[in-house]
Nanobody
Framework: QVQLVESGGGLVQAGGSLRLSCAAS????????MGWFRQAPGKEREFVAV????????HYADSVMGRFTISRDNAKNAVYLQMNSLKPEDTAVYYC??????????????????WGQGTQVTVSS
């Protein structure tokens, strides 16, 4: 069983920055591929970013490329999402997720077995 807890959301003006954190339980965190997803009101949950087990491979949605950075610290069982140059369209609930079974990084939310409760990010114009 893996438990994930996000933090760091809030209200920020357009152009501002936020750093989301996700704390994970379990002794095998370094074996999980970790992803960030988001869900805006009335929309489906969408992929944002993913990072490989050791952090050497990352992948981003086109909409956040160059603005967001995913990273992880396996010693702290944590994954982060640094969000810069935020836009109103980034407003959503952000979720971290753990993929413990697939053999490569995935952008498909159905591949992720464990999810956090989410943290709200609101970007005002």
């Amino acid at each position: 069983q893996v438990q994930l807890v996000e933090s760091g959301g809030g209200l920020v003006q357009a152009g501002g920055s936020l750093r989301l954190s996700c704390a994970a339980s379990g002794r095998t965190f370094s074996s999980y591929r970790m992803g960030w997803f988001r869900q805006a009101p009335g929309k489906e949950r969408e992929f944002v970013a993913v990072i490989s087990r050791r952090g050497g491979i990352t992948h981003y949605a086109d909409s956040v490329m160059g603005r967001f950075t995913i990273s992880r610290d396996n010693a702290k069982n944590a994954v982060y999402l640094q969000m810069n140059s935020l836009k109103p369209e980034d407003t959503a609930v952000y979720y971290c997720a753990a993929d413990v079974t697939t053999k490569a990084i995935s952008t498909n939310r159905n591949q992720y077995e464990y999810w956090g409760q989410g943290t709200q990010v609101t970007v005002s114009s």
